[in-house]
Structure formats: structure tokens, C-alpha cells
């Protein structure tokens, strides 16, 4: 018996396997299609009419073995314009380009677009908000637009399909530590410290790093107001008391993550050369 929400997705591979430009169409009329390109073929982006409309887009890549994303859209110029303007901004490390749009060229307008970014954006899981390149992040929509409820789960559906697990509903709280998260990294991991003048916290390595309840991290601090850091101080702000003491454990997907967390001076820091042992190794 078929589920009644069943969708049929058409893929196509367009060089013959999964590793060259890919398209998948959904919906009736594919009122969604998407595009996944490897950067060495953005340069034939101009034989695919549907990227002379507006849309969205996904830039994925790895940069210093760190996964990076950036989430773009277009209200105004095509999208074959917009893709190859941010490849070029992010050229050191964008490996493969997602493109969104729809067949029928009136369907996506600059309102729609808009409001596609800002859900994806705002959607991201917990692991991926520390990959994300964007530096500004638009307000979540205050009211639902129903013709696009349908688009963003299209939009869901194939990032999945293409091996991108990167939207999972609102981001989530903090993970409470206990020993029964049973981390892939076993629990006689040691106790790892940052302390500084006005630091003192300590935690310890489990499937991502854990920083105990009880740390003192740093209160007054400088940073941009989109970074990673301060969107993960607002998120977990009900866990800081007025000291900057930690009431309750919290989970990061990363030593590097936990790092920022704790010290949040930039987002250039390595967690591995902040946390140390007892005896500062």
C-alpha cells in the first residue's frame, strides 16, 4: 500500500554518475527543480534555461577538514549569475553547488525567495550551524507562506537524497551529558581545563566534547554578532548565570565548537589548542 505521502522524485544523472552534474525534478509540473553541480562544472551552468530564473542555492565544501555550507538565494539577477559570483568568494574551499528553482519561471519571485532562504537558514540542525558560512542571518518569518511549505520540503526531501543531512526541523537544545548518551568515544577520555584569567572550564571528549557544568567562561566578549559563538551563547543563555558559571553540561558537536563556546574571541580558533589536560599536555 502506498503511503499517502508518498512523492515521486525523477533524478537524472546528466554526465552518467552521481559524481557530475545530477538533476532531480519534483512535484507536478516540476514545480521544483534542482541542480547539483561539482565547481568544475559550474562553467556549463549557461545550458540549463531553469538557472536564468530566481531560486535558491547550497555551497558545500571543506575547508582546514572542516565542513562548510553557505546558503544563498536570488531576488533580483539569475541564479547562474549569483552561483558563479559565490563560487568565486568562496572558491577555497566550495566543492559542490545545490541550485533550487522551479520550471515555470513565475513561480519563485523575490518575496518567495526570500523566504526560502530565511527558513533554511533558520532550520539547519545543531551540527551544521558550526559549518555555516553566512554571516548575516535573517529574522525566522513571522507567518507561513503556504505556497512554499511545499517547495521547502521538496527542498529537504533531495538534499537528503544527495547525501546532505543538514535540515532536521528548528536547531535543537543542548544535549544533556550522562552516561547514558553512550558517546563513540569512551568516557575514561580525560578531563580536559581552559583556564585563563577569567576562565576556568573544564570537560571532556565523547562523540563531540562535553563542558561541564560548573565552568566559568568568559562574560564580556567581542565578537561579530552573527558568529557561531554568540548565536550558541543566545541559544544556551539559560544555562549562563550572572557570574558566567555554567548551571547545567552542555553538548557541542566539537572540541573546536566548545572552545568557541567557552573563549569567543573569533571564529578562527582550534579547540585543540586551547583544551589541555591536568597536567597541560
Same mark, same amino acid.
Given at each position: 500500500?502506498?503511503n499517502?505521502?508518498?512523492?515521486?522524485v525523477k533524478l537524472e544523472?546528466?554526465?552518467?554518475?552521481?559524481g557530475?552534474i545530477?538533476?532531480?525534478?519534483c512535484?507536478l509540473l516540476?514545480a521544483?527543480i534542482?541542480?547539483?553541480?561539482p @565547481? &568544475?562544472?559550474?562553467?556549463?551552468? $549557461? %545550458?540549463?534555461p531553469?538557472?536564468?530564473h =530566481?531560486?535558491?542555492?547550497? #555551497?558545500?565544501?571543506?575547508f582546514e577538514?572542516?565542513?562548510?555550507i553557505y546558503?544563498?538565494?536570488?531576488d533580483k539577477?539569475?541564479l547562474?549569475?549569483?552561483?558563479?559570483?559565490?563560487?568565486k568568494k568562496?572558491d577555497?574551499?566550495?566543492?559542490?553547488v545545490?541550485v533550487f528553482?522551479?520550471?515555470?519561471?513565475?513561480?519563485?519571485?523575490?518575496t518567495?525567495t526570500?523566504?526560502?532562504?530565511?527558513?533554511l537558514i533558520n532550520?539547519?540542525n545543531?551540527?551544521?550551524?558550526e559549518?555555516?558560512?553566512?554571516?548575516?542571518?535573517?529574522?525566522?518569518?513571522?507567518?507561513k507562506?503556504?505556497?512554499?511549505?511545499?517547495?521547502?520540503?521538496y527542498i529537504?526531501?533531495?538534499?537528503?537524497?544527495?547525501g546532505y543531512?543538514?535540515?532536521k526541523?528548528?536547531? @535543537? &537544545?543542548?544535549?544533556k551529558y550522562? $552516561? %547514558?548518551l553512550k558517546p563513540?568515544v569512551? =568516557?575514561?577520555n580525560p578531563e #580536559?581545563f581552559i583556564?585563563?584569567?577569567?576562565?576556568h572550564?573544564?570537560g571532556?571528549?565523547?562523540?563531540?566534547?562535553?563542558?561541564?557544568?560548573?565552568?566559568t567562561?568568559?562574560?564580556n566578549?567581542?565578537?561579530?554578532?552573527?558568529?557561531?559563538?554568540?548565536?550558541?551563547?543566545?541559544?544556551?543563555?539559560?544555562?549562563i548565570?550572572?557570574?558566567?558559571?555554567?548551571?547545567?553540561?552542555?553538548?557541542f558537536?566539537?572540541i573546536?565548537?566548545?572552545?568557541k563556546?567557552?573563549?569567543?574571541p573569533d571564529?578562527?580558533?582550534?579547540?585543540?589548542n586551547?583544551w589541555a589536560?591536568?597536567n597541560g599536555n
Amino acid at each position: 500500500m502506498i503511503n499517502s505521502n508518498a512523492e515521486t522524485v525523477k533524478l537524472e544523472l546528466l554526465n552518467g554518475s552521481l559524481g557530475g552534474i545530477v538533476k532531480c525534478s519534483c512535484g507536478l509540473l516540476e514545480a521544483c527543480i534542482a541542480y547539483k553541480f561539482p @565547481k &568544475k562544472e559550474i562553467k556549463n551552468c $549557461k %545550458n540549463f534555461p531553469e538557472l536564468h530564473h =530566481l531560486g535558491v542555492y547550497l #555551497l558545500f565544501g571543506k575547508f582546514e577538514e572542516q565542513d562548510k555550507i553557505y546558503i544563498g538565494l536570488t531576488d533580483k539577477r539569475p541564479l547562474i549569475v549569483r552561483i558563479k559570483e559565490s563560487v568565486k568568494k568562496y572558491d577555497r574551499w566550495c566543492e559542490e553547488v545545490v541550485v533550487f528553482t522551479s520550471s515555470n519561471k513565475q513561480n519563485l519571485h523575490p518575496t518567495y525567495t526570500q523566504y526560502l532562504e530565511s527558513c533554511l537558514i533558520n532550520t539547519v540542525n545543531v551540527e551544521t550551524k558550526e559549518a555555516l558560512a553566512n554571516t548575516q542571518i535573517p529574522a525566522l518569518p513571522s507567518t507561513k507562506l503556504n505556497d512554499m511549505e511545499k517547495f521547502l520540503k521538496y527542498i529537504n526531501l533531495v538534499i537528503e537524497l544527495m547525501g546532505y543531512k543538514i535540515f532536521k526541523g528548528p536547531p @535543537k &537544545k543542548a544535549k544533556k551529558y550522562s $552516561k %547514558n548518551l553512550k558517546p563513540t568515544v569512551t =568516557l575514561n577520555n580525560p578531563e #580536559l581545563f581552559i583556564r585563563q584569567k577569567d576562565i576556568h572550564a573544564r570537560g571532556k571528549r565523547t562523540s563531540g566534547f562535553v563542558v561541564f557544568a560548573g565552568s566559568t567562561i568568559r562574560k564580556n566578549t567581542q565578537v561579530h554578532p552573527f558568529s557561531i559563538s554568540e548565536k550558541n551563547r543566545i541559544e544556551y543563555k539559560h544555562l549562563i548565570d550572572a557570574n558566567g558559571k555554567l548551571t547545567d553540561d552542555i553538548f557541542f558537536s566539537s572540541i573546536t565548537a566548545a572552545a568557541k563556546f567557552v573563549i569567543d574571541p573569533d571564529n578562527n580558533i582550534s579547540g585543540n589548542n586551547y583544551w589541555a589536560e591536568e597536567n597541560g599536555n
